[in-house]
């Protein structure tokens, strides 16, 4: 879970029945009947990727990070190289270092960043 937040917004204490066991059980059982009736979704964590890639090779980087369920936010051209920032899901980059070297004949590299969760793809 992620972002949770509980706010007890009233209650009564008996002093024969209201040990801090008691009131633990009482918001357990709280919070999961409340799960019950919500929704809940599976999420997965996604990094922002800035790649550091030749011209030559933009076009090769691009498609593989769509592939890879990428989200390509920014594409800056500078002195024979391009920089590239996409959002793409952390479980598709398991082998990228090795692909983006193979695709750049070993001249490009990358950073990622930590950004957060979005819902993962069914199946």
Known sequence: ??????TLTDGA???KDSSELA??????????????????????PVVELTAIVPEDAVGGVLGDLTARRGRVSASTARA????????VP???LFDYATR???????WGTF??????YAPAPAG
Do not use: D, K
């Open 23 to 44: 009131l633990r059980t009482a918001g357990r059982l709280a919070l999961r009947e409340a799960l019950r009736a919500g929704t809940a979704a599976l999420l997965e």
């Open 80 to 87: 024979g190289t391009a920089v590239l920032t996409a959002t």
């Open 13 to 15: 204490t008996h002093g």
């Open 111 to 116: 950073t990622t960043r930590a950004t957060g």
């Open 100 to 106: 983006l070297r193979s695709r750049t004949q070993g």
């Open 90 to 92: 952390l479980a598709e």
């Open 1 to 6: 879970m992620v972002g949770l937040r509980v």
